[in-house]
C-alpha cells in the first residue's frame, strides 16, 4: 500500500526529471529508471511477462538506441535552447490546465478495485500467449510489416550516400 | 483481406527486383501489383465476411474505400516516371516497396474491426509516410518536413493511444461493434455508469488523434510545411490516399462505435469543420506557392469531408465516396502537372514551384494546360466536373440535416466555396493570360495515358454522376 | 512475493487512471516546452509509457488479457517508430550539425 505510492511518487519524479534535464544524457537515464519505475508497477498489477518485456524492449534496446545516437551525435555540451521563455511557460500551462480538467472531471469516478480478478492467471505468459497466437494473430503477423518498413527506411535514411559527409 | 496479403507480398517482391538495372520494368510490374490487388479487393464484392476472429471486416463499402484507395495508389505510381534517372540519390526499389506496403496499412484502416487494426494499420502508414517524406536526403527541406511529420504524428498516436486505454477502461473490449453496444446501452440508462467520465474523454481523445491524421484545423499546422517539404511525387501520395484512408476510418469508428452519443462528438465537430472550412480556403488565398495553395486546399477538403460524416442521412456513404474519388483524381492531375512543369523550369537549382513557374504553359503545351484547367475546376467544384457534383451530394445531404446547427455549416460552406473558385482560377489564369517562356515538355506515354485517364474521369463523372454513386 | 498482488484489492481504479494521466501530461508538456528533437521523442516514449500502464492496470482489474496484448503490439510499434524516427535525426545532423527544432524553419513552423 504505501509501497504503492512511494513507487508512483519516484516514478512521476524521475519522469519530471527527464522532461526537466539540460543534459540530454541525464535525460535518458532518468527515462530508463523511469521504465524500471514502471515495470514495478507491472509487477504490483502482477503483469509477469509485461514486466520482462518492458526491461528487455523499452529500457533495454529502445534507451541503449537513443543513448547510442546521443553519444554518436557528441550532445554533451549544454547548447542552450532557441525556445523563448514565453512558449515554453505556455506550453508547461497547458500541459497542467488538461491534467487539473482531466481530475476535476473524474473526481467523483468511482471505478472500484478489482477483488474480482485476485489470483486470476491474466498476466501469465502462458494466457498471454494464447490470446496472442488465437485471436490477435492477424494483427501479429502485420506488425511484421510494419518492421520491414521500419528496417527499410531506417536503411534508406541512415545510409551515408557518395559526396556525405561522414560527421 | 487478400488485397493486403497481396500488397505486403509484393512489396516484398518489388524490393528484389531493385536489383534488375532497369528502372522502366520496376515501374511496371508495380503498377501491375497494385491492379492485381485491385481485382483481389473487388472479388469480395457482395460478400459481407469477417476474418480473423473479428479483426477485419470486408463489407460493401470498405471495398469501395479500398478501391479509391489502390486507384488513387495506381495513378501515383504511375506518374512517379521511376523517379528520374539520378542513380545515385533515388532508390526506386525502395520507394515502391515503401509505397506498396503504406496502401496494405490504408486497406487495414478502411476494414478494421477491431481497435488494434486500427492502430497497425495507421503506424504502417504513416511510419511509410515519414520515411518518403524524408526521401530526398539531401533536401534540407524535405528533412525539415520529415522531421516536423515524424514529431507531430507520433504525438498523435499518444493521444489517440490514450482515447483507445480510456475507451477500453470504460467500455472492456476493443471491438467496435462491442464498444458500440456498451455505448448504446449507456445512453439508454439515461444515466452515466460508472466510469462514463472516462469513456467520454477517451472518445474525444481519439477524436483528436484521428483529427491531426486528416489535417483538420485547428490540429492542421503541420500539413502545409509536410506537403511543401516532401517530394511532389510523395505529396500526392499523401494528399489522396492517406485523407481517403483517414476520413473512412474515422467515418467507420464514428458511425459503428459512437453515434449514440453524437451529441458529444457532433457539436464540437461542426465548429472544427467551420474552422478548418475558413481557415484551409482563407490562407490558401495569400500563398504564392502552387504547391502551398494546394497543401491548404487540401485541408479545406478534409472540412467538406467532415461535412458528410457529421450529416448522417442514408446517402452519407455514396457522397463520402464520390466526394474522395472525384478529390483524389482531380489532387492528382493537379500535381502531375506540378511536377512535370516544375522539373522542367528549376530555379536556383531547385523546381520551381510558385504560381509564375506556370506562365504561359497552354502557348507550347495546350494538353497540360487542359488537363491542369480541368482539375482546377472540379477541385473548385465548377458544373461538368466531378467536383461539383461531389459538392452537391454533401450539401444536399447537409440541407437534409433537420438540426439548425446544419444552416450555419451550409452557409460557411458555400461561401467558402465562392472563395475557393478565386484561388482555384489563379493557376488557370497564369496558364492562359500571363506571358511566359515555356519550351514544349515531352511527356513520357504512361505520364500521358495517366492524365487522359485521370480527366477524362473527371469529366465523366461530372455528366453522368449516376454511373458511379448507384455503384455506391 | 505473496502479497504483492493484493495491491489489486488494496488500491482503487482511480488512482492508476490518474496515474498516468499525470504521466501523459508530464509527456505532454515534455513535447511542448523543449527543442531538442531527442528530448521531445523522449516525452512521446513517455506518454506511450502511460498509455501502455493505463492499459495494463484496466486489464488485470478486469482480468482480461486483451489489455496486455494491446501493450505488447503498442511495445512493438514504438520499437519501429524509434528506429525511424532516430534515423530521420541522424539524417538531419549529418546535414546541419544540430538537432534543435528551432533551427529547422527553412519551412514556417
Known sequence: MNFWYFLTALTLLSALMVVFAKNPIHSVLYLVFTFFCISGHYVLLNAQFLMAVNIIVYAGAIMVLFLFVIMMLDLRKNVPESKSNLTKLAGAVLGGTLLVVFIAATRHMNLGNGSGAIGAQTGMVESLGMILYKDYLLPFELVSVLFFVAMVGAVMLGKREAGERNF | MNAIIALSLSGIASLFLGFSTNRKNLLITTLLFVLVALGLNLADWNHEYFWFNNMLKTDNLSINFSSVILLSTALVVAISRSFGDDEEHTHPAEYYAIMLFAAAGALM???????????????????????LTGSDKRNLRSNEAALKYFLMGAFATGILLFGVALVYGATGSFNIHGIGEVVSRTKKGMELFEGGVILYAGIILIFIGLLFKVSAAPFHFWTPDVYEGAPTIFTTFMSTVVKTAGVAAMYRLLSISFPAVYGLWGNPLVWITCLTLIVGNITAVYQQSFKRMLAYSSISHAGYLLITILAKTPNTNGSILFYSLAYSIATISAFAVLMIVSENKPKDGKPDESFEALNGLSVNNPFLAFVLTVSMLSLAGIPLTAGFFG????????????????????????????????????PIIAVYMKKGEIAEIQLPLIYKITLIITTALTIILGIAPDLVKNMF | MQQLPDVIRQIPLNNYVWFSAALFCIGIIGVLTRRNAIIIFMSIELMLNAVNLLLAAFSSYKADPAGQVFVFFIMAVAAAEVAVGLAIIVMIYRNIQSIDVGILNKLKW
Do not use: C
Open chain 2, 391 to 426: 459538392k452537391f451530394f454533401i450539401f444536399t445531404d447537409a440541407f437534409s440535416n433537420v438540426s439548425p446547427l446544419f444552416k450555419n455549416i451550409l452557409v460557411v460552406a458555400i461561401l467558402m466555396s465562392a472563395v475557393g473558385v478565386y484561388y482555384y482560377f489563379k
Open chain 2, 109 to 131: 484502416m478502411v476494414t478494421y474491426e477491431n481497435m488494434i487494426m486500427l492502430f497497425v494499420g495507421l503506424e504502417i502508414l504513416s511510419v511509410s509516410m515519414y520515411i
